[in-house]
């Protein structure tokens, strides 16, 4: 399974979380999982955790995840399989010092050197 990783196909513009000044922006985040099918579309995701992070925003969130597709490998063994990813939003400065929402998307199991690896949530 760690062998068919998907790839993100593209990179449409992340929601913006609507956070207010007096929150720590560094300490705001979302993570999700979801699965991706062998046609690299997005199924079943679903919210894990998140900070400071309103229900409207989990939506936004939610939506972004549900509308983005992968390459996925072309391998036989690949074919039939559901690959769990995890995604994280995250809040950091752009180039010009103005908060952004970032997305990073992962899946659950990878290789590293040929050996089996968890990723951490």
Not at 39 to 57: R, S
Not at 110 to 121: C, F, I, K, R, T
Request: aromatic share 10%; net charge negative.
């Amino acid at each position: 399974m760690a062998r068919c990783q998907p790839e993100l196909k593209e990179t449409p513009s992340v929601p913006t979380f609507e956070v207010g000044e007096h929150y720590n922006r560094m300490g705001v985040q979302l993570k999700a999982r979801f699965l991706v099918d062998h046609d690299g579309f997005v199924m079943n995701a679903y919210v894990t955790g998140g900070t400071v992070v309103t229900p409207e925003d989990q939506e936004a969130a939610l939506d972004y995840i549900r509308h983005l597709t992968f390459q996925t490998p072309t391998a036989e063994e690949c074919q039939t399989l559901k690959i769990e990813m995890i995604g994280n939003f995250h809040m950091s400065k752009n180039s010009s010092g103005d908060w952004i929402t970032i997305f990073d998307a992962h899946p659950v199991y990878s290789l590293n050197g040929g050996q089996l690896a968890v990723n951490p949530n």
